[in-house]
């Protein structure tokens, strides 16, 4: 198994909902990651998880909360989002981080918009 | 042929030709990089990659050459198909546990 799962597909949300996108993996990887993705854009990095830890987070504002239940999934709870929070987010893992030579997994993406 | 606007920069090809996709990158200490497919709809898809201490790396129809000097990456396609219709974004590990992505370049395949 090769993927990085990732649901819902799809979410409208209103500025004052809230909900959480999910991220599956069963390859073993140890490095999880979030990242948001404008159109026509390069992905841009969230936040990095490592053996369940949170590593990194890019000044990401609170409203977006990760949580890393286990070492194969990946949340992302969402809460009082504004209409600019509308993006691709996409999840991938990797073996671990630090190392040269990671290569990232990514899956399909959630397309979010906030209304 | 390529342009560069407000969208992402687009290169043409016809089906059966070769294409090549440049990207520059900015950290001298970058030891790794990859380029990754990104199909409208999809996550980016690895393609291929190469550590600083290569200058070529081929795979099945793509070959990637890195040339430090510059700090120049590119991506060669051969025999592009339809289905090599992408985004293209090419990607460096600058050390830092973190993949910086460079901006993207569109390639459409005119059958």
């Known amino acids: 198994d090769t993927e990085v799962t990732q649901t819902p597909k799809h979410l409208v949300m209103g500025m004052t909902n809230k909900k959480s996108l999910k991220c599956e993996q069963h390859m073993g990887h140890r490095a999880m990651y979030w990242y948001k993705q404008k159109a026509k854009k390069p992905p841009e990095l969230m936040f990095v998880y490592s053996y369940e830890k949170l590593s990194i987070n890019e000044s990401v504002p609170s409203r977006f909360s990760p949580e890393c239940p286990n070492s194969s999934l990946l949340n992302l709870h969402l809460h009082a989002l504004q209409p600019e929070d509308s993006a691709l987010y996409l999840c991938a893992s990797s073996h671990s981080i630090g190392t040269v030579g990671e290569k990232l997994f990514f899956g399909s993406g959630t397309q979010l918009s906030v209304l | 042929g390529e342009s560069v606007g407000l969208h992402l920069p687009t290169l043409s090809v016809q089906e059966g030709d070769n294409s090549i996709i440049n990207c520059a990158y900015s950290?001298?200490?970058?030891?790794?990089f990859i380029w990754y497919k990104q199909e409208s709809g999809k996550g980016p898809q690895f393609i291929i990659d190469i550590r600083s201490n290569m200058d070529k790396r081929q795979g099945q129809r793509v070959t990637v050459l890195l040339n430090k000097t510059v700090k120049h990456l590119s991506l060669q396609i051969a025999a592009t198909q339809p289905g090599d219709s992408a985004v293209y974004f090419c990607a460096e590990n600058n050390g830092n546990n973190r993949l910086a992505f460079g901006k993207g370049n569109q390639v459409v395949v005119i059958p």
């Open positions: 950290n001298s200490a970058s030891d790794y």
